[in-house]
């Protein structure tokens, strides 16, 4: 029984970066109404960032906790600059293209991120080690072990899903965001300026990712230009199952989809190597079933 | 029963030169090694093709082709044999030829999905390695003729792709792209870990033997030896005709308008009467069965498959050569394939920065000129006045 808590554990910590990733779509999502699926290797872009800046503050000999802060920083801020960028350039352009166009363009952009880290970061095809700067021990409860770094990591991130949360329920920019999801003329004729409010959001959505790119270096201490791509495709399928639009439901999609994985591995620890392969095969069971997601998204199709 | 008044019969010219150029513009990027000179060739076979469709070759082209379909299977026909003879013992290009029928004849199938019917598909390299896998399954056990392991190998990916059929029918937009790619990126997780089918180091596979006829011997004619990349070469470049033939027909058939509309409309495709679900399942089962097909003769032909031939990556080469060569454009598909699989294989420095290249080259496309590079046209119906 002594691995129980460390499966939740394990656990908790998936479903708190795959819930951050699937908050950035469903944000994207219900102010433009497109799929970002850049998403995953803006994360990538992130933890890159972080790694150099604690590479960088170490080389200067500053102290553990600023480089802990500046990874943190510097992730979000590329991340943020990164997004609003995306959504300038490339997505605004395009926004009255056929949704399938839109998918297929930040599907590219996705791809020439990651080839971008992976062709001009410094040996940036294999996997790079990422520094281990939370206290390594950990207390026993029982048989299992848990691991502090891990904790500070699952509450950084249940914190930041709270901050994001707050900021679009109860800031005024929030609001306008809200507007914009639910009508962007009658928002325009309101005073919102649209074209403030979009890059704003997605820099907000794609900083979420910097954090949970520098949260996935530090809990795994390893990172590959590779990574963002399984998280995008997690982090969509979390959107989608929990209702695209819909905060909550996504949040819970991400929990729900780490839960599926970790019971794989608690059930059949001999399959673990098939653990996404089965939970992807459940969630297009359950998208089957639920074809809106599980918490329905509100409207109806004009015609 | 004859045409409108001012219509006059094509010229057959325009068309013979243009199957000549086309043929001798492939043999020409195939054969030449030195790169500067490949940028050239390029930039002229670029100039020329715009001249034409500035000065309406490519319109008179068009005209003589859609008058004489059977000059021009002649045509094309001759433009092969002459092009296998050039090309008769140089095993890269021929390999390299082959390659490119068998990407041209999956991004058709492709075409029929996406730009005929407009499912999302995302997973065609998975669809091309189910294929792969299960030609190389039933070769080790043996036993079997390899007509049968070919036409499984495009069986069991519309049998694999029938799995996803519900999914994809029950939801729509984004919801539906999910589960492609779900697909797609799975697929590769899921080799990667089967031991039973050769992990990371993937499979050897024997070569193709068909009625009899040896697909690893080289063929002597008339004096002439042959690569036995011929025989192969052969085969795609029958198999990619035929599909083209036939998906002209679909095209111009009532089942390709009712395509369109489900495209453009489901709404109003139901209205009507059209059971949407139905061609839906049609057009992704005929382009995972082209993927599936094409899929056992590529491994055939190269005699070894691993995961990483089917990544998403792949996928998305796939969709670029669809893009490139205007989305739902049958013809296109052909030049897109012949760009995206020769030139990094003949420019060595950009090998390694391929999909980078890819993806920037499909962006700026997507955002400069959303419809492809050459667009597919809009139905006309040709009124045939009745005397």
Known sequence: MGTIGQHLLNGMMQGTIYGLVAMGFTIFFGVMNVIKFSHGDVLTVGAFAALVAVWATSALGMPVYVQFIAAFIAAMILTAVVGAGISHFLIMPLRNAPPLNMLLMTMMVGTLLREAIRLFFPNGTNPQRFPELLPAGGFSLGRSFFRFDALILIVAGVASIGVVYWIINRTKFGLAMRAVAEDVETARTMGINFARVIPLTFALGSLTAGFAGTIYGLYYSEINYGMGLLLAVIGFTAAIVGGLGNIWGAIIGGYLFAGLQTLVVAAMPSMSDYKNVFAFVLIIVLITWRPTGLLAERGSERV | MSALPSHKPARVWPLIVAVAFAAASLTTLVLIENQKLLGLTLAGIAALCFAAARFGGVAATEAAASENPWLLRGLVLIAAMAVLFVLRDDNFGLLMVATVLIYATVCIGLTIQMGYTGLTNFAAAAFVGTGGYTAAMLGQKGGLPDIVVLISGGLIAVFIGSLLILPVLRTRGHYAALTTLAFGVMFTVFLDANELLGGPQGLKIPGINLFGWDFSDDLHIAG??????????????????????????LDRSWIGVWLDVVRLDETAASVFGLKVGRWKVLAFTLGNFLAGLMGAIYAKMTGF???SNFTFGDSLVMVSIVILGGIGN??????????????????????????LLYALVVIVILVVQPDGLVARRVRTLRMEARS
């Open chain 2, 330 to 355: 049958r013809w296109g598909v052909l030049p897109a394939a012949l760009i995206v699989v020769l030139l990094p294989e003949k420019l060595q420095f950009i090998q390694e920065y391929r999909l």
């Open chain 2, 224 to 249: 002439y030896t042959f690569s036995f990349y011929v025989n192969y070469v052969i085969l795609t470049g029958a198999v990619t005709a035929l599909t083209m033939v036939l998906t002209g027909l």
């Open chain 2, 305 to 307: 498959i691993a995961p």
